[in-house]
Antibody
Framework: QVQLVESGGGVVQPGRSLRLSCAAS????????MHWVRQAPGKGLEWVAL????????VYADSVEGRFSISRDNSKNTLYLEMNSLRAEDAAIYFC??????????????WGRGTPVTLSS | SYEVTQPPSVSVSPGQTASITCSGD??????VCWFQQKPGQSPVLVIY???KRPSGIPERFSGSSSGNTATLTISGTQAMDEADYYC??????????FGGGTKLTVL
């Protein structure tokens, strides 16, 4: 079955960088778009970014545009999120999720368990 | 930017019907999904494309959408349905937006 395993989270200082990974298995990764979604402690879900199945198009939330970069390596079945110039408000659990269907109109079908990112000086 | 609004909380008695709304301008013209999230767990898709139910999701979960409102309905609510529920729509042609979430209490 579909398995998504995020990693790379941790404690980082404001202004620094961090790269998250999402290892996918149990499905044909190269055929699916992928999302990053985050959830700050005690808060709701916030969509972060979407990458098309072939990496040919990427879209970002306004809150991370210009600081975060989503990418993928279909040969390794892995999704990435490069986070730069981190701010206190970026502290959250980061989930990766599969995209099924078209854009717009498709849906986030399967989710990983998330990896936590903590900001601390 | 586009926004969707949910009530912060909804309460229901066991066995009764719970309705959770999601409101947004002309939301009925957009595709809406619903996610269930229990404490410490990842979100789970329970409704997609307004009314469709993924395999493995109980039949008591249903969705509807019209005008400015989408609704998640849980018939015969069980204690295990107590969770946070999030609606999701598409902001523009390529951006996703989530509602603020609704805490469903079964009491």
């Amino acid at each position: 079955q579909v398995q998504l395993v995020e990693s790379g989270g941790g404690v980082v200082q404001p202004g620094r960088s961090l790269r998250l990974s999402c290892a996918a298995s149990g499905f044909t990764f190269r055929n699916y778009g992928m999302h990053w979604v985050r959830q700050a402690p005690g808060k709701g879900l916030e969509w972060v970014a979407l990458i098309w199945y072939d990496g040919g198009k990427k879209v970002y939330a306004d809150s991370v545009e210009g600081r975060f970069s989503i990418s993928r390596d279909n040969s390794k079945n892995t999704l990435y999120l490069e986070m730069n110039s981190l701010r206190a408000e970026d502290a959250a659990i980061y989930f990766c999720a599969t995209h099924v269907g078209g854009v717009p109109g498709g849906y986030l079908e399967s989710w990983g368990r998330g990896t936590p990112v903590t900001l601390s000086s | 930017s586009y926004e969707v609004t949910q009530p912060p909380s909804v309460s229901v008695s066991p066995g009764q019907t719970a309705s959770i709304t999601c409101s947004g301008d002309k939301l009925g013209d957009r595709s809406v999904c619903w996610f269930q999230q229990k404490p410490g767990q990842s979100p789970v898709l329970v409704i997609y494309q307004d009314i469709k139910r993924p395999s493995g999701i109980p039949e008591r979960f249903s969705g509807s959408s019209s005008g400015n409102t989408a609704t998640l309905t849980i018939s015969g609510t069980q204690a295990m349905d107590e969770a946070d529920y999030y609606c999701q729509a598409w902001d523009s042609s390529t951006s996703v937006v989530f509602g603020g979430g609704t805490k469903l209490t079964v009491l």
